[in-house]
């Protein structure tokens, strides 16, 4: 074909940053197009990308987030300019909290006008203000930089303890054209981005030892240990040791928390009673009460063995006597290794302890589950979706509010690794909708969305997502007709009181706008019923449960975290 007279092919920005996507196989990307990105958007998917389109970039950038915890591929959120990279901003900034692998891709505007501050189009320089908000942050200004742009933001997300990064890509730079021979040449396939990091042989035995010793050990495995997908060792570890261990939230599921050894239902007992603690890819932050106070019992009780990538991470809140550096997957086979065939299980007062413990805890639980009031409340709501989750343990539970948030956790038992996607270590509303399209795409495994209706306020535009896409996401809203309760007065008359919303409203007929099915649930039956049907026909559904107003605590379970007025009245 070729001739003297013929120019070389071209390639551009466009066709670059599609290449070096695939290239590094980044199969979807979720976004919300708009100048400068809509045609990349749309080459985007013909190049076989699967495009998943959002209402808010928020949403789009917390299912790039959840993509990332779920595959260990940073997943891809794609953005317009100033505003929408700045909607994109939150989810990069939880994705970067929470140690989830993103990167969070702008179209910007020309930098020659946005430097001179000379008033562009969505004039912004969105470098300077994401670099603060996550773990890097580049620019690409010419063409055939493109390749090494995305192979650096692939490797920081991934590499170390993973994160959001940001990446910046200025409008001119889509429409450069550069030789394609050149341009392939240009991509670099990222070799081993997340590369084993394994721990010195000495700190392996520290670790050992200390644990050796232990009277009363404990272990905790966090969503660090989720995230690393070295489920069978964990597991090895802690059935070989004969350890009690207690799952953070986003642990559940590690081990089916059925299990023998789960200490969730005692878990204050063990965080007080525990002499040696081993920390699995969990930070001593506040969900751990920094490691310290009531919680831990007495002062200077325990001694903390610490599994995790980041070194900086140790002596954060409380020493650390046996730091593990390294990445979970080979710092827990190398215990396993060390662990011998002579380990002996931890003394049978502290285990029996916590076994007599937890039986009588969890009979209180379940007679309070069997409990029917007359109007729903979270027990009996959420024991119909416990049911639901033990009947189908492949399903994907995504969980936000307070009240909704914190009994769920608690009594919805999880049964397998990387199940659960929650609030994480923010506490953040707004995940919900993203999250689950992100695992309903990703897995297509069914979705549980358990939801405070404040919770799905913030995400709820999105099940026009859920039902153009056709995904398999029952969302359950716990309408209690507010923010932890339905119940607060103004005492001046007039405009509602905060925390309240329009009683009785009709979350359902949202899901009922757009095609998907619909169902006021009153009663425990009816929930079953309605779930059961969108578990089973993997239909868009939204279930409007009608929680007691009442019900629910201030703050849920961290009533204690609101400061209170010194002045009364
Ligand atoms: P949780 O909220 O469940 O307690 P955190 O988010 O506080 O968990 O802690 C997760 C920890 O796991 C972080 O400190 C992070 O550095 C670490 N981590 C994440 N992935 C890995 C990995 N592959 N290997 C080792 N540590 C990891
Ligand atoms: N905004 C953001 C982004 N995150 C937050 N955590 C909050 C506000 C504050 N907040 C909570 O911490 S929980 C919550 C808010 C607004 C909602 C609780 O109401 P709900 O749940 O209806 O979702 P319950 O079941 O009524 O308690
Ligand atoms: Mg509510």
């Known amino acids: 074909m070729t001739n003297d007279t013929q120019a070389p092919e071209q390639t551009d920005g466009f066709h670059l940053v599609i290449d070096a996507l695939k290239l590094n196989g980044i199969d979807t990307i979720f976004a919300v197009p708009g100048i400068p990105i809509t045609?990349?958007?749309?080459?985007a998917q013909a190049a076989g990308i699967r495009m998943i389109s959002f209402r808010h970039e928020q949403h789009a950038g917390n299912a790039a987030a959840a993509?990332?915890?779920?595959?260990?591929?940073?997943?891809?959120?794609?953005?317009?300019?100033?505003?929408?990279?700045?909607?994109?901003?939150?989810?990069?900034?939880?994705?970067?909290?929470?140690?989830?692998?993103?990167?969070?891709?702008?179209?910007?505007?020309?930098?020659?006008?946005?430097?001179?501050?000379?008033?562009?189009?969505?004039?912004?320089?969105?470098?300077?203000i994401a670099k603060p908000l996550c773990k890097a942050a580049y620019r690409v200004l010419h063409a055939e930089d493109i390749g090494v742009g995305i192979a650096r933001a692939i490797r920081s997300a991934l590499s170390g303890r993973p994160g959001g990064v940001y990446l910046d890509l200025p409008a001119k730079l889509f429409a450069q054209s550069m030789d394609a021979e050149a341009g392939k040449r240009s991509l670099i396939k990222v070799v081993d981005p997340a590369p084993r990091q394994l721990p010195a042989p000495d700190s392996v035995q520290r670790a050992l030892d200390l644990l050796k010793g232990a009277k009363r050990p404990l272990i905790v495995l966090g969503k660090g240990a989720a995230y690393a997908q070295c489920d069978a060792d964990i597991r090895a570890l802690i059935e070989k040791t004969g350890?009690?261990?207690?799952?953070?939230?986003?642990?559940?599921?590690?081990?089916?928390?059925?299990?023998?050894?789960?200490?969730?239902?005692?878990?204050?007992?063990?965080?007080a009673e525990a002499d040696v603690v081993?920390?699995?890819?969990?930070?001593?932050?506040?969900?751990l009460s920094h490691g310290k106070g009531k919680t831990w019992g007495t002062p200077a009780s325990k001694q903390f063995i610490q599994i995790d990538i980041s070194p900086t991470e140790m002596d954060s809140n409380v020493p650390i006597a046996a730091p593990l550096i390294g990445d979970i997957g080979s710092c827990v086979s190398a215990l396993l290794a060390g662990l011998g065939n002579s380990w002996a299980k931890p003394p049978a007062d502290w285990t029996q302890g916590i076994t007599e413990r937890k039986e009588k805890n969890q009979a209180k639980m379940a007679a309070t589950l069997a409990l029917n009031p007359a109007t729903m409340n979270f027990h009996s709501a959420l024991n119909v979706i416990r049911n639901a989750v033990k009947a189908r343990p492949d399903a994907i539970v995504v969980n936000e509010g307070a009240n909704t948030l914190?009994?769920?956790?608690?009594?919805?038992?999880?049964?397998?690794?990387?199940k659960r996607l929650d609030v994480g270590t923010w506490g953040i509303m707004g995940i919900g909708?993203?999250?689950a399209v992100a695992a309903a795409v990703v897995t297509g495994k069914p979705v549980i969305a358990i939801e405070g209706d404040s919770a799905f306020g913030f995400?709820?535009?999105?099940?026009?997502?859920?039902?153009?896409?056709n995904l398999p996401v029952c969302v359950i809203v716990f309408n209690n007709n507010g923010i932890y309760k339905g119940t607060d007065v103004n005492p001046l008359g007039g405009d509602l009181a905060p925390t309240v919303f329009v009683k009785n409203a009709r979350y359902e007929m949202m899901m009922q706008a757009f095609g998907g099915v619909g169902v006021l649930a009153n009663t425990p039956e009816e929930l079953a019923k309605a779930l059961d049907e969108a578990v089973k026909s993997g239909k868009p559904t939204l279930i409007n449960a009608i929680i007691d107003e009442t019900a629910g605590t201030e703050s849920g379970r961290i009533t204690s975290l609101n400061p209170q007025s010194a002045k009364k009245k």
């Open 459 to 469: 995400s709820g535009m999105e099940v026009e997502t859920i039902c153009r896409y």
């Open 243 to 271: 350890i009690p261990y207690l799952p953070m939230s986003m642990a559940k599921g590690l081990l089916p928390d059925t299990h023998a050894q789960s200490a969730s239902a005692t878990r204050s007992h063990v965080l």
């Open 67 to 128: 993509a990332g915890f779920l595959t260990q591929k940073p997943g891809i959120c794609l953005t317009v300019s100033a505003p929408g990279f700045l909607n994109g901003l939150t989810a990069l900034a939880n994705a970067t909290t929470n140690c989830f692998p993103m990167i969070l891709i702008s179209g910007s505007s020309e930098r020659e006008i946005v430097d001179l501050q000379q008033g562009d189009y969505e004039e912004m320089d969105q470098l300077a």
């Open 433 to 435: 909708m993203g999250f």
């Open 39 to 43: 045609d990349l958007t749309r080459k």
């Open 278 to 287: 081993m920390l699995v890819g969990a930070r001593l932050n506040w969900l």
């Open 406 to 418: 914190d009994f769920a956790r608690s009594i919805v038992d999880m049964y397998e690794p990387r």
